[in-house]
T-cell receptor, first 111, second 111 residues
Framework: GNSVTQMEGPVTLSEEAFLTINCTYT??????LFWYVQYPGEGLQLLLK?????DKGSNKGFEATYRKETTSFHLEKGSVQVSDSAVYFC??????????FGQGTELSVKP | NAGVTQTPKFQVLKTGQSMTLQCAQD?????MYWYRQDPGMGLRLIYY???????DKGEVPNGYNVSRLNKREFSLRLESAAPSQTSVYFC??????????FGPGTRLLVL
């Protein structure tokens, strides 16, 4: 079946540090992949997406590349800010439109 | 343009009570979804509606019912609430396999 696995949190970084949040998936075919972000007390909002192998999604300094060979979609940012503190969810979409989420990774950035 | 709205924001119920969570979207999307979010488990799909007049079960439908009242509105009903239904509930909408847009969530506590 389809599933998404993310690295365990919480992740605590200092401002301007490099961020990687690992995400791997299991799926039939090549589904579109997503990163959603949830700021405290809010709903989820799309951060970036990639629709096919080798695509790179990017937004707000975050990037993730769809790697078919390693079934991965790791999230990276070169220099995190305090305002990036949030919970990050990796997800894939099934053919009928259902999103399958990872368990979420909480990021805390300290000044 | 409010996007996806949910009411109420917070609710406390006693075991056995019933309630309906309301969701509305103003983006003219065909598809709508209900998820629940529990610590360490990401978001899990309860029910979804691919178009007005249709509904289908998701991953965790037991104990819930839904109504797609019209294209804008999709409600979730708990007929007899149980403590295991304590969670944060999110409604989302999309156009087919495109990005899903989420509401701000409803926090439900069942005592």
């Amino acid at each position: 079946g389809n599933s998404v696995t993310q690295m365990e949190g919480p992740v605590t970084l200092s401002e301007e540090a490099f961020l990687t949040i690992n995400c791997t998936y299991t799926a039939t075919g090549y589904p579109s992949l997503f990163w959603y972000v949830q700021y405290p007390g809010e709903g989820l909002q799309l951060l970036l997406k990639a629709t096919k192998a080798d695509d790179k999604g990017s937004n707000k300094g975050f990037e993730a590349t769809y790697r078919k060979e390693t079934t991965s979609f790791h999230l990276e940012k070169g220099s995190v800010q305090v305002s990036d503190s949030a919970v990050y969810f990796c997800a894939l979409i099934r053919w009928e439109g259902k999103l399958i989420f990872g368990q979420g990774t909480e990021l805390s950035v300290k000044p | 343009n409010a996007g996806v709205t949910q009411t109420p924001k917070f609710q406390v119920l006693k075991t056995g009570q019933s309630m309906t969570l309301q969701c509305a979207q103003d983006m003219n999307h065909n598809s709508m979804y209900w998820y629940r979010q529990d610590p360490g488990m990401g978001l899990r799909l309860i029910y979804y509606s691919a178009s007005e007049g249709t509904t289908d079960k998701g991953e965790v439908p037991n104990g819930y019912n839904v109504s797609r009242l019209n294209k804008r509105e999709f409600s979730l009903r708990l007929e007899s609430a149980a403590p295991s239904q304590t969670s944060v509930y999110f409604c989302a909408s999309s156009e087919g396999l495109e990005t899903q847009y989420f509401g701000p969530g409803t926090r439900l506590l069942v005592l």
